[in-house]
């Protein structure tokens, strides 16, 4: 009991040192927490809270990341990893709202203590609890870190580990082995994605010599925390010629302003720091804290516009390198899962499926995505924006790596020997915890050099079909539910059969709509064989939707 009452006050002292801004509201989504940096404060303060009940819940370590990924400067936000160096589990979500929306000191303290009564979590002192604690180069950062930290330390027996400043995807992983018991620093990250490339590029067959011109890669770091990394982890890598810009040094521009993949996907154009110098070279963009990749070229004469391949393309390419290399283990079984959002590009979900693949669709959001894949031996998972991974089971990498080594030591060489030691050192190369822009980079062009392709070959797979996005604004979103991964409507039951009579005037047609999780809006997805068409079933889809919702 004196323990609890000692916990008490420890919350109410540090609590008010930390008042929640007047009339604003938190919501913990698949971004965790995000607004503008000068409001955060309180916000950082119980997110470290969060993760402290979070790690003594699990006893195990979690991870706290300070970043607002691919949003403008001014904004930040906040993350949890788990113990896995996944999401923090979902559950906790509406914890993590009531706890950001306290509206004072007494309210916070309460909560905490009831929501660790309901979950069993004993705030006596007696056992400890761990946060590694990172952020990205936003100048508002340094501050919270020190709220996220204050927050941290009033949970009697927790203790805040500041790693530094990291990409996203890299505290991810470091949670991930930091708990697994194996070496998790940087530069074990950045001497496993080095190592593991160099293998894959090493196992290449003989005949697929790079040219001068597919050997260089120039990648736009969005100014943010993935560049610096990168030009770390190069240093160690000689089998390509890789340039990175906007890097996020003094004068070289500002965050993810006209740069990052997230700009280059919506936007089309070239980021800041690219011209038509760079013609016919391969380039890529990173996001802001490096979670998200976009690849891209420049169109000749067109004023900077480029050509890109999205996430459903990296997702292809993928997909058909890990069912090459399965095709010559035949002795190793292994249920394969390609997982995508109704977002993905009709074009390409019938590709993979014409690759005799599975392709699953899940609601829109990472978290859906991620947990859908863990139900597979691998499960590969992208969404157009760039952002995705590929996850190994466990019980799968003890098999490969039996099988690899029974294979090494009978026929070193072969065929089956390579392709198993491809798949090991892809499962090294690849963040099994979340979506890296690094390390999705490196697996990208280890892939290329092994299928000995260029960057046409690669565009050349399929070709998208043309799409509209379009949002409706309406008086309240929660009129409308959807089922079957977000394809159909549900309510208004009236509204579904319009949709399906719109699509059956398009050739290749396909059209969902969905509410969207922050406003007032019914987002409205439309594809069809020309961009006209397109966009004249989303139009009509529109007005059916304004029609029946107002």
């Known amino acids: 009991m004196a323990g609890e009452y000692n ?19 938190f919501s913990y989504g698949t971004s965790g927490f995000r607004s503008s940096g000068s409001v955060l404060s309180s916000t950082l303060h119980r997110a470290g809270i969060l993760a402290a ?10 991870g706290l990341v300070i970043t607002a990924s691919h949003n403008q400067v001014s904004d930040n936000g906040v993350k949890i990893a788990d113990p896995d160096g996944s999401m923090m589990d979902q559950s906790w979500e509406p914890f993590a709202d009531q706890l950001a929306n306290a509206k004072d000191p007494d309210s916070l303290a309460q909560l905490v203590m009831d929501f660790a009564k309901e979950e069993g979590i004993k705030l006596s002192g007696n056992q400890s609890a761990e946060v590694l604690l990172a952020r990205d180069t936003r100048p508002t950062g340094e501050a919270l870190l020190k ?8 949970i009697i027996g927790a203790v805040g580990i500041d790693m530094g400043i990291m990409t996203t995807p890299e505290l ?23 190592n593991s490339f160099r293998t894959l590029m090493e196992l290449a067959p003989a005949e697929n ?55 280059v996907q919506k936007d089309k154009f070239a980021p800041c720091g690219f011209g038509p110098d760079d013609l016919g070279v391969r380039c890529v963009s990173l996001d802001g804290d490096a979670d998200r990749l976009i690849y891209f070229r420049l169109i000749p004469s067109t004023n900077n516009k480029i050509e890109i391949v999205d996430g459903d393309k990296i997702l292809s390419l993928f997909s058909i390198f890990i069912q090459e290399q399965l095709k010559i283990l035949k002795e190793l079984p292994a249920q394969l899962g390609v997982i995508q959002t109704a977002y993905a590009n009709g074009a390409s979900s019938d590709f993979l499926r014409q690759l005799g693949l599975e392709v699953i669709l899940t609601p829109t959001g990472v978290k859906y995505l991620h947990e859908k894949a863990l139900e597979f031996d691998i499960g590969l998972y992208f969404e157009a924006n760039g952002h995705g991974t590929i996850l190994f089971k466990e019980s799968f990498i003890e098999r490969l790596v039996g099988l690899n080594a029974e294979l090494a030591e009978k026929c070193p060489g072969s065929e089956k020997q ?11 190369l690849i963040n099994q ?31 998208d079909l043309p799409s509209r996005q379009l949002k409706v604004k309406v008086l309240d979103r929660t009129a409308i539910t959807t089922a079957n991964a977000e394809t159909q409507v549900v309510k208004p039951s009236s509204l579904q059969p319009l949709i399906d009579t719109e699509i059956a005037k398009y050739k290749k047609g396909r059209c969902f709509v969905r ?3 922050t406003e007032d809006v019914v987002r409205i997805y439309a594809e069809a064989e020309t961009q006209e068409s397109a966009d004249s079933l989303a139009s009509s889809v529109a007005q059916h939707v304004t029609q029946i919702l107002g």
């Open 53 to 62: 009940l979070r790690s003594l819940k699990t006893g195990s370590a979690v």
């Open 172 to 194: 991810h992983w470091i949670v991930r082995c930091w708990n697994k018991g194996i070496k998790a620093s940087e530069f074990d990250y950045f001497k496993q994605l080095s």
């Open 147 to 154: 709220a996220a930290k204050e927050g941290i330390s009033c």
């Open 515 to 517: 509410p969207s999780g």
């Open 209 to 263: 010599k790079i040219n001068k011109e597919e050997k260089k890669l120039i990648v736009d770091g969005a100014n943010g925390v993935g560049g610096s990394k990168l030009e770390e982890i190069i240093k160690n890598i000689k089998d390509l010629e890789i340039i990175v810009r906007n890097t996020g040094k003094e004068n070289e521009g500002i965050l993810n302003e006209k740069c990052g993949a997230d700009f």
């Open 418 to 428: 390579k392709a198993a030691s491809r798949l090991v050192a892809a499962t090294q």
């Open 7 to 25: 916990q008490l006050s420890h919350l109410l002292l540090s609590a008010s040192s930390f008042p929640p801004p007047p009339g604003l509201k």
């Open 433 to 463: 915890a979340v979506g890296d822009a690094l390390s999705g980079l490196f697996l990208v062009e280890a892939i290329l050099h092994n299928k000995g392709w260029t960057f046409q070959n690669w565009c050349d797979l399929y070709q």
